[in-house]
């Protein structure tokens, strides 16, 4: 714990001495030449996603292969030294840097959106998690600010939620979508067992969807479910919707 802790905080140290000017987004020629050049970053396990040249270091998005699957860490590549350094970095008003997210990417995982609400937020949801259960009890008919985007995102361990994900996206439009969504998560409806089959499938637009869904999983930088962003694509609170 102690050695995560130093180097989070020399990442953090590197970042006092970088420009302010725009950074600009690595290739994929310059992260290829990168991996192969150090020692740690040049295994199979590790896949360099995205990088930013900040001035004296490179701030490198990477995946890597974990017993659960795929994970994200940040890391700074030193060009002097050419040293390594994992962590999360921040600007010197105290922000955490940001990888710019890809908002044509995020959109297109949208699975419907309801509300004409000035305000535009992004949830991403799993209609058998209980925590986003208690999300949508919490926030039913309180978000007449907002336009709500939502992402439906079942996890793998929900045996269910597969088919609770085709029953809702059935509904003729945005608002009945979410009247399903909330049929399933509030009322414990089992109208999507109708759909039920020895090894459930979804249609192809459905699945199509899911398919975008897991790319703005990705792109939100997303932990579980449920997880709200704005939209800038910033994680906020939930409680912060219903005060």
Known sequence: MKMKFMSIMVAVLATLSLTQAAPKILDTATLDK???????????EITLKEGLDLGSVYHLKVQHATPQGNALSYAFYDKTSK???????????????????DAKAIKEGVSFSYGKGAKHIYVIT???????????????DKLGDYTVHVVLFPLSFHKNAPMMVEWIMQGKDGAAKQKRLQDITLNDSKEYQKLATKEFKYSPAVQEKMD?????????????????????FEPISWDQLIK
């Open 83 to 101: 040293a390594l350094y994992v962590g999360r970095g921040f600007s010197h008003e105290g922000g955490i840097l940001q990888f710019p997210k």
């Open 126 to 140: 799993d209609p058998e998690c209980r925590y986003c259960k208690k999300y949508e009890k919490a926030t039913k």
């Open 212 to 232: 975008k869904a897991q790319v703005t999983f990705a792109e939100l930088e997303a932990r579980g479910t449920p997880a709200v962003f704005n939209d800038k």
């Open 34 to 44: 990168l991996k192969k050049s150090h020692k740690v970053l040049d295994t199979p």
